[in-house]
């Protein structure tokens, strides 16, 4: 089992940035890859990023690419999502997965899920 909490969510006007990070516990010592996904009001979760366990590959959402960056810190069980240009069409729950690998979460089929942390951008 692993138990993931997400932090940094907030109001932000478009434009802006904010950075999410989520803190894994549990069966952290498995090589789990990470990811967000998000929830925008009235609509479906949908896959947002994902990195592997290891290497450099990365895995963005064409609606978030070249404005939102996904990285993890093995050493400290934490993954982030820097998030830079943010719009209104970005306003959503955002949540923090973990999965076997980088298909489940794009997949919007992980294994373990986060509470969820809501990021508001005013126009």
């Known amino acids: 089992q692993v138990h993931l909490v997400e932090s940094g969510g907030g109001l932000v006007q478009a434009g802006g940035s904010l950075t999410l990070s989520c803190a894994a516990s549990?069966?952290?010592?498995?090589?789990?890859?990470m990811g967000w996904l998000r929830q925008p009001p009235g609509k479906e979760r949908e896959f947002v990023a994902a990195?592997?366990?290891?290497?450099?590959?990365?895995y963005h959402a064409d609606s978030v690419k070249g404005r939102f960056t996904i990285s993890r810190d093995n050493a400290k069980n934490t993954v982030y999502l820097h998030m830079n240009s943010l719009k209104p069409e970005d306003t959503a729950v955002y949540y923090c997965?973990?999965?076997?690998?980088?298909?489940?979460?794009?997949?919007?089929?992980?294994?373990?899920w986060g509470q969820g942390t809501q990021v508001t951008v005013s126009s």
């Open positions: 990195i592997p366990w290891r290497g450099s590959n990365t």
């Open positions: 997965a973990a999965g076997q690998n980088t298909l489940h979460i794009r997949a919007v089929n992980p294994d373990f």
């Open positions: 549990g069966h952290t010592n498995s090589s789990y890859a």
